[in-house]
């Protein structure tokens, strides 16, 4: 356990919060395995070539983290007054979220289980 006085043990768990732009979009109907395809592509890319690489991708997922990259963009220039001409992305991931799990009827009188899979993605922006 911390020591110290409670507003003194808030003020070093503050000072080590990452202070990054950020925007991060919880239970995306849409698989870890399949989100990753499409992060794997941006990572590491400025702004501008990754929302140009998201536009022209056919997968499905592209449109839900291009949406999430112009909150991120949004993000540091209204919270943290950044450039988005400088910007990069420095992270992107995909976590696992909860799988809605759903029965189809098969023959003979069997179920068959479908698990509808959901990811929290995160999106983390930095300055070069």
């Known amino acids: 356990m911390a020591k110290g006085h409670r507003s003194q043990i808030k003020r070093e768990r503050n000072a080590q919060k ?11 109907r ?3 395995q399949k989100a990753c395809f499409v ?11 990754a929302l140009a690489i998201l536009e022209y991708n056919p997968r499905y997922a592209s449109s839900i983290i291009k949406k999430l990259l112009q909150s991120a963009i949004a993000n540091a220039e209204n919270n943290n007054g950044m450039n988005a001409e400088n910007l ?12 809605m799990k759903r029965v189809q009827p098969r023959a003979q009188g069997r179920a068959y ?13 930095d300055e070069r």
């Open 18 to 28: 990452d202070t990054r732009p950020s925007a991060k979009l919880s239970y995306a």
């Open 30 to 32: 849409v698989s870890v």
């Open 39 to 49: 992060l794997d592509a941006i990572r590491g890319k400025d702004v501008t070539t």
């Open 88 to 99: 990069y992305i420095a992270e992107c991931f995909a976590n696992k979220g909860p799988t």
């Open 113 to 125: 289980r479908i698990e509808k899979r959901m990811s929290h993605i995160t999106i983390v922006l």
